[in-house]
């Protein structure tokens, strides 16, 4: 399969019409339209998440969204195929940044635990990210994303199927 894949941070701006940067996520889409679109079910639940903890974004704004997601056709579960891609990436996360012992045991079993909590969110190492990255690599898709996400670019590199990402901004 070939094609792009988005990452939360666009398709969240591509669902919401009120978003000062939806303009530009579409103008990127455009430019790539004979492309196949896919989205991952993580990503639903993400923004599904953000909606319902949005405090300052009206109930008409999230319905909106809703309706939005509610018509994309192309959404990609999680399956037992996912697992090969997901199981080298983190494990790959983890031989080369986890901390370790003398020995050069591992001492950290999350991503989390990978540096301080504010710099694996800043690095983009977190679960979802993982995930998201995962089912990229497993239909050779273009992950379409804002994030930075250098660490799970570089780790990727080392494995048969290199993680391929557009930004979009």
Do not use: C
Request: charged letters at 30%.
């Amino acid at each position: 399969m070939n094609g792009y894949l988005l990452d939360t941070n666009a398709a969240s701006i591509l669902w919401d019409a009120r978003h000062t940067d939806h303009n530009k996520i579409k103008s990127f889409l455009e430019n790539h339209s004979q492309s196949l679109l896919w989205i991952s079910i993580i990503v639903l639940a993400e923004v599904e998440y953000g909606l319902k903890t949005a405090p300052k974004m009206d109930t008409s704004r999230q319905n909106d969204v809703r309706n939005e997601m509610a018509k994309f056709p192309e959404v990609l579960d999680l399956d037992k195929h996912t697992v090969s891609s997901y199981s080298d990436i983190r494990a790959e996360l983890f031989k080369t940044y986890s901390p370790k012992v003398r020995r050069k045991r591992l001492t950290a079993k999350w991503p989390e635990d990978l540096f301080e909590r504010t710099s694996a969110k800043e690095l983009g190492v977190q679960e979802n990210d993982i995930w998201i990255a995962s089912q990229a690599i497993q239909y050779n898709l273009i992950l379409v994303t804002d994030d930075r996400m250098s660490r799970l670019v570089e780790v990727s590199n080392s494995l048969n199927d290199p993680l391929q990402i557009a930004k979009w901004r």
